[in-house]
């Protein structure tokens, strides 16, 4: 009798190009649930890893032909060093299942049972054997069956969002742990230069935190401003499906509207609220625009949006009312000419970069907007990002605290701004308020600019509100940013900026938070970022 007895499901790790080999059968699921026709602002339904490959082990086990040591051999699997999600055999507790499941298939196999690789190889090949069964004909549909889950959520379904990012320099894996208790915020900044390995390090995060939380009752979404086109880029729709969506994510402002509206909704409030938010949406759009404005303009332009608003009954404005607005209000002789207020307007008017009204949910999908083809410092670019993350604010501000348990805490969803140095070199408060307001509504967010020293800005110190900051290759360094964000001087600085000098594609350096408490030992770790894209 073999010591199966003692099996240990949970040694299992993945079979290399396991996503690959059921990729097919992925596709195949989807296409089942989802409509045979594309449905503007509906998300298709895209299932995660986790799902298919439970889907897949349990069609495997379920064959009762005979099992042998020269069966699963023969398949040749090589066993990677990637964990499965944690989900994966924790979600209702199915790795007890699956223990039984394997003990009965293998009950008379002779085999190391306490060996992590052979549990690997075996979890593998019932995966395949799954796939078969389920690529025959009629073998989705004998197995596809939706059966509605009982109780909802509670904390202690909360996701361990401990994301394995890569290896440290002795070989020790590299993680970075987003939602612990102990954790003081949740914000993530990402400085490397172009060919530093950056974008590669934002798909790692995106695939980390999707693959260990849409599985579960806490799924955590994500917005994504892909200012250089690559994530939204059909040649890399791939890619997608690492963060469990697909296509319906990407929105393209240039192709249509994005399908929502900017504007806050001020119905039943006071006045008072509408005169404030005029003040800070004219400051704003001097700002976009990086036009100086007179104060007579100013006010002007704060009029017009409180009387667009009036007009509406607080309900969402449009910018072609406020520029209608602020026509009215102008001498009758300079109504014909275009001042630098009128000319910005003009702009977003011209372009529809948004629509009326909101025909999606913002937060409880994941999401990605494409700003390629605009100038990335150019205004359109600019008011976009500042008016979807004002949006998200809105949304944030009247959700409850987030939930959490003795371990955990939630994390609802994060957006994630590429090339942020375009949006932190002016007064953002919207951005400001969304960091703030992040800390106890279960919000992350992850900033990624191209130099350390674009987040050292005037207006907020975002090195100091950073949980993480991830130190790339650079084309020059600050001293004074390495000294704030490591605590370091003297030979230290010396050696740190030697470090980061010497970085290579894909390699990064962080802080050693525990050194750093204890004040002893070397204050950054460098990291070998796992290649997914």
Known sequence: MSNIQSLTINKATAIEGMHVRIQDV??????????????????????????????????????????????????????????????????????????????????????????????????????????????????????????????????????????????????????????????????????????????????????????????????????????????????????????????????????????????????????????????????????????????????????????????????????????????????????????????VLNQLVNNHIFAEEDNIDLLNGSYIINLGRFPKDGPMAKAIVYFVVSKLNNIYELLPPQTSNKERVEIRHFTIIDEAHYMLDFDNRPLRELIAVGRNKGMSIILATQNMESFKSKYFDFYANAQYPLIMRQQQQNDSVIKDLFGVSGAALQEIKQAIAGLQKGELITRDAANMALGIGKQWQKIKVTHLI
Request: hydrophobic share 40%; proline share 4%.
């Open 26 to 343: 992925k596709s195949a699921l989807e296409q089942r649930i989802n409509l045979n026709e594309y449905s503007e602002n509906v998300q298709t339904v895209v299932l995660n890893y986790s799902v298919v490959l439970r889907i897949c082990l349990l069609a495997g086990l379920s064959d009762k032909s005979r099992r042998s040591v020269e069966d699963v051999e023969s398949f040749n699997l090589k066993v990677d060093n990637t964990p499965y999600a944690t989900t994966f055999f924790t979600k209702a507790n199915v790795g007890n299942l699956f223990a039984v499941l394997i003990k009965l298939r293998y009950h008379d196999v002779e085999a190391n049972w306490q060996e992590g690789r052979w549990i690997s190889k075996v979890v593998g090949r019932e995966i395949l054997r799954g796939r078969e069964i389920l690529l025959k004909e009629g073998g989705i549909e004998a197995w596809l069956r939706f059966v509605p889950q009982k109780g909802g959520r509670t904390a202690n379904d909360i996701p361990v969002l401990d994301l394995p990012i890569g290896e440290y320099e002795n070989g020790m894996n590299a993680s970075l742990d987003i939602n612990s208790r102990e954790v003081a915020n949740t914000q993530i900044l990402v400085a490397g230069t172009t060919g530093s390995g950056k974008s590669n390090l934002l798909a790692v995060l995106i695939h980390e935190i999707r693959s260990a939380s849409t599985d579960t009752h806490y799924p955590v979404n994500f917005l994504l401003f892909d200012y250089k086109g690559e994530f939204s880029d059909p040649q890399h729709e791939l890619w997608l499906s690492l963060f469990n969506t697909d296509r319906t994510a990407v929105l393209n402002p240039i192709e249509r509207p994005l399908p929502f509206t900017p504007f806050k909704d001020f119905t039943g409030k006071p006045i008072n609220e509408v005169n404030l938010y005029a003040t800070e949406l004219s400051s704003a759009l001097s700002a976009i625009s990086r036009t100086s404005i007179s104060a007579n303009m100013d006010n002007r332009l704060s009029s017009a949006i409180v009387n667009a608003y009036k007009a509406k009954n607080l309900r969402p404005v449009t910018f072609q009312e406020i520029l209608d607005n602020y026509i009215e209000l102008l001498p009758e002789k300079q109504q014909d000419k275009a001042d630098s207020i009128v000319s």
